[in-house]
Nanobody
């Protein structure tokens, strides 16, 4: 069993900052890519950023220069530092971690429960 627990969401004024965390626990052999998605009301879920096992990162154009994704492999934790927040960043943010629970099994995706981020104007 693998559990992902997200934290750090909340209400912030435009221009403010928040830091999201996503901690994985349970039967984990190895972790591959780790990523953040978000879903605003009435919209499809979209990729915000991804960090590979080698440490390479990529971001959606809408958050480049404002958001920073990082990972702590020793703690099996993913982070998203969000600065200069805008009202259009309002959404439920989900983490996704691709991992193996044993060496023999293929990589599977696990999702966090989601955390609400609301940016007021």
């Amino acid at each position: 069993q693998v559990q992902l627990v997200e934290s750090g969401g909340g209400l912030v004024q435009a221009g403010g900052s928040l830091r999201l965390s996503c901690a994985a626990s349970g039967s984990i052999f190895s972790i591959n890519d780790m990523s953040w998605y978000r879903q605003a009301p009435g919209k499809q879920r979209e990729l915000v950023g991804i960090v590979t096992s080698a440490g390479f990162t990529n971001y959606a154009d809408s958050v480049k220069g404002r958001f920073t994704i990082s990972r702590d492999n020793g703690k099996s934790t993913l982070y998203l530092q969000m600065n200069s927040l805008k009202p259009e960043d309002t959404a439920v943010y989900y983490c996704k971690i691709s991992l193996r629970t044993t060496p023999a099994l293929r990589v599977s995706d696990y999702w966090g429960q989601g955390t609400q981020v609301t940016v007021s104007s």
